[in-house]
């Protein structure tokens, strides 16, 4: 691994992104189970009652103002911390060598992911 | 075979004149403990959170684009490759949830909570798994249609 530019920009991060990752590291998994059981395994088994997860609840619910701060929350401090990990991840089990442009990749995706997630919020509001 | 190790592996305390050979590291140093293992494994845990912050994603961008969209969503989530993978999903993050609240979480409080000394290291298992109830029971209420 280079201690060239990207790694001085690493290291000068690494403290603010700490704080969020370990944030994300706590919230994770307090809300995803729950909400992969009854989204993603009690839906498509037809454990839930009608109407559940039908479109009007759905769309009632991600407007809620403190569910949309919930979700602006959550899902950019998950991906966070599933970036962190994977950096980490790599670093421990391949090598440091590439440590830049896998941790550039990694906290970039979770930026974009960011992004995107605001704009599907947005686009709940406006459609 | 050996690997590059982190190059601050074994770094010297204070700058010197000697220079010396990169550190290596064996490549497979995490296979032979079950304690290894399991550090490597709750690394990679974030490849599962990864995706499935995806599948959420994808959830409300079709609830943004409308009803036929988000009723596609919730049909294409039937497949069950996702519904195999959500079981393994589940429990991946449930197990790297109690690793987090349960074996972490109490090794790495500080001494002191701001200025207040931090409560009892024996009060924060509990307190974490009656938090995980709480927000679990909430979350199957609300997503079950019980409530509101």
């Not at chain 1, 401090?77 to 060598?97: C, K, P, Q, W, Y």
């Not at chain 2, 927000?135 to 209420?141: D, E, I, M, P, R």
Request: with cysteine; net charge positive.
């Amino acid at each position: 691994m280079s201690h060239g530019p990207v790694k001085k920009f690493l290291n000068a991060i690494e403290p603010l992104i700490w704080g969020p990752f370990v944030t994300g590291n706590f919230l994770t998994p307090l809300f995803f189970p729950a909400i992969i059981l009854m989204l993603c395994i009690a839906a498509p088994l037809g454990w839930l009652p009608e109407g559940a997860l039908s479109y009007e609840r759905a769309h009632a619910l991600a407007t809620n103002p403190i569910v949309v701060v919930g979700i602006l929350a959550l899902i950019p401090l998950a991906l966070l911390a599933g970036s962190h990990h994977l950096r980490f991840g790599i670093i421990d089990v391949a090598s440091a060598e590439h440590d830049g442009p896998v941790a550039l990749t990694l906290y970039g995706l979770w930026q974009l992911g960011a992004v995107v997630t605001a704009i599907a919020i947005l686009r709940i509001f406006f459609d | 075979m050996a690997i590059p190790a982190h190059p601050d592996a074994m770094k010297p305390r204070a700058r010197t004149r000697t220079h010396v050979a990169a550190p290596m590291m064996a490549g497979n140093w995490w296979t032979p403990s079950p304690r290894y293992r399991a550090y490597v494994a709750y690394a990679f845990s974030g490849v599962f959170i990864w995706l499935q912050t995806l599948v959420f994603i994808r959830g409300l961008w079709a609830l943004g684009t409308g009803e036929v969209a988000w009723n596609a969503f919730l049909e294409d989530l039937c497949h069950p490759l996702y519904v195999v993978f959500h079981v393994l999903s589940l429990a991946v993050i449930v197990w790297y949830g109690a690793r987090t609240y349960f074996k972490l979480f109490v090794k790495t409080q500080p001494p002191k909570i701001g200025p207040m000394p931090r409560p009892p290291l024996w009060v924060f298992p509990p307190a974490l798994a009656g938090a995980w109830l709480f927000v679990t029971l909430a979350v199957v209420l609300v997503l079950g249609g019980v409530w509101p």
